[in-house]
């Protein structure tokens, strides 16, 4: 079946616990980006990746750092985790293709105390 | 930042009627998408419009795009209680080598029996 899979699916840290966020696709989909959801604010990009090797900030980039090694994997790495980062992240993919959707993950609830 | 404002933020409905979602947009745009998100849950692309398409059906959707109003509308009709989530729209930009994808803020669509 084709999917996202993001895990884990909750997560409660401490503030300063760094923690990594893991992403992979079955679909051999070049585009990947990471976005968090908050009650009022929609849906904001943080980081999003064309390729391998091949990553770029978006909206709300600060905070949080992605490595793109291998076309399938999109870890989205938070170093010092802290309370305003508390948020539903989702990770999403896509075809290069720029004519179709993006397939989204189940999301990963975060909190961070 | 928020590209697509939608409207109305809350619809309730019953079912067999039709529900209409409006998305307000602010800058060009290569197509405009639109998602469902059931509470909590990753978002499913439900349709896509090119730039240079006034209209498009996929079932009981029917997504309208006037680009000169940079406007969208998704039509849903004879609605089902298992239509209840929340919709988004989300325009997409594609600059040289990149691809941005930007959500509004949705609409919460409530379907009762």
């Known amino acids: 079946e084709a999917q996202v899979t993001q895990n884990p699916r909750y997560l409660i840290t401490v503030t300063g616990k760094k923690l990594t966020v893991t992403c992979s696709q079955n679909?051999?989909?070049?585009?990947m980006s990471w976005y968090r959801q908050d009650p009022g604010l929609g849906l904001r990009q943080i980081y999003y990746?064309?390729?391998?090797?091949?990553?770029d900030k978006g909206d709300v980039p600060e905070g949080y750092k992605v490595s793109r090694k291998e076309k399938r994997n999109f870890p989205l790495i938070l170093e010092s985790p802290s309370p305003n980062q508390t948020s539903l992240y989702f990770c999403?993919?896509?075809?290069?293709?720029?004519?179709?959707?993006?397939?989204f993950g189940s999301g990963t609830r975060l909190t961070v105390v | 930042s928020q590209q697509g404002e939608e409207d109305p933020q809350a619809l309730s409905i019953q079912e067999g009627e039709n529900a209409t979602m409006n998305c307000s947009y602010k800058?060009?745009?290569?197509?405009l998408q639109w998602y469902r998100q059931n509470s909590g849950r990753g978002l499913v692309h439900l349709i896509l419009?090119?730039?240079?398409?006034r209209e498009k059906h996929s079932g009981r959707l029917r997504v309208t795009l006037d680009t000169s109003k940079k406007s969208s509308s998704l039509l849903i009709t004879a609605s089902r209680a298992a239509d209840t989530a929340s919709y988004f729209c989300?325009?997409?930009?594609?600059?040289?080598?990149?691809?941005?994808?930007?959500f509004g803020t949705g609409t919460r669509l409530q379907v009762t029996l």
């Open positions: 800058t060009s745009i290569n197509n």
């Open positions: 989300a325009t997409v930009l594609n600059t040289g080598t990149a691809s941005k994808l930007t």
């Open positions: 419009i090119r730039s240079n398409e």
């Open positions: 679909m051999n989909h070049e585009y």
């Open positions: 999403a993919s896509s075809p290069l293709d720029r004519g179709s959707g993006y397939t």
């Open positions: 990746s064309m390729n391998v090797e091949v990553t």
